[in-house]
């Protein structure tokens, strides 16, 4: 199993970037996926969530407005569109597939960095 995060980076305030995570290696289309995000000092938190068909999503509040999750079943990829991008949102963004009964499925990670 792998989850494969890409597309962090260093951004000014207001700017953008889209993360990707490709997932392999479990049925993708039957599992609904997260991102969360780490900052330094801080626990691991939610920043989007979205079931396995794309049918429902979940925004954490911080985000709402700014931040879009996706998915395509068929390339077995699930994105974060990150639009207005404060200092704040600055972390590490990592994609999680969780699993009932089992280990969740996590990636190792993509660093975003908002600073002028």
């Known amino acids: 199993v792998q989850l494969v995060e890409s597309g962090g980076g260093l951004v000014q305030p207001g700017g953008s970037l889209r993360l990707s995570c490709a997932a392999s290696g479990f049925t993708f289309r039957r599992n609904d996926m997260g991102w969360y995000r780490q900052a330094p000092g801080k626990e691991r938190e939610l920043v989007a969530y979205i079931t396995n068909d794309g049918g429902d999503t979940v925004y954490a509040d911080s985000v709402k407005g700014r931040f879009t999750i996706s998915r395509d079943n068929y390339k077995s990829t699930v994105s974060l569109q990150m639009n207005s991008l404060k200092p704040e949102d600055t972390g590490v963004y990592y994609c999680?597939?969780?699993?009932?009964?089992?280990?969740?499925?996590w990636g190792q990670g993509t660093q975003v960095t908002v600073s002028s």
């Open positions: 999680r597939a969780p699993r009932l009964g089992a280990p969740d499925y």
